[in-house]
């Protein structure tokens, strides 16, 4: 078993960045892949990101590829998000979420949750 924490979320002006850390006690979290999803209010969550137990593969949604950098270090229990050129859009809580599969799309099953961190991007 593994529990997950957010940090970083914040206020931000359109085209600045923000990095979103999700820290892990427990269970090693290199025993995991792991993903970042968001949800806004009256919206689904989403998947955002997500990254193999070794860091050596990645997956990004559409909206985000170019912008968004997900990243781990496992020697410090950690999983970031970089993200970039935030848009209003981007606005949401963001979760960081375990998976036991090997290569976390959207469609896999994620077993743990954190309890999110809130991301707000003005105009």
């Known amino acids: 078993q593994v529990q997950l924490v957010e940090s970083g979320g914040g206020l931000v002006q359109a085209g600045g960045s923000l990095r979103l850390s999700c820290a892990a006690s427990?269970?090693?979290?290199?025993?995991?892949?792991m993903g970042w999803f968001r949800q806004a209010p009256g919206k689904e969550r989403e998947f955002v990101a997500g990254i193999s137990r070794r860091g050596s593969w990645t997956s990004y949604s559409d909206s985000v590829k170019a912008r968004f950098t997900i990243s781990r270090d496992n020697a410090k229990n950690t999983v970031y998000l970089q993200m970039n050129s935030l848009q209003p859009e981007d606005t949401a809580a963001y979760y960081c979420?375990?998976?036991?599969?090997?290569?976390?799309?959207?469609?896999?099953?994620?077993?743990?949750w954190g309890q999110g961190t809130q991301v707000t991007v003005s105009s």
């Open positions: 979420a375990a998976s036991g599969a090997s290569y976390p799309t959207g469609t896999v099953s994620y077993d743990y």
């Open positions: 427990g269970r090693t979290l290199n025993t995991y892949a």
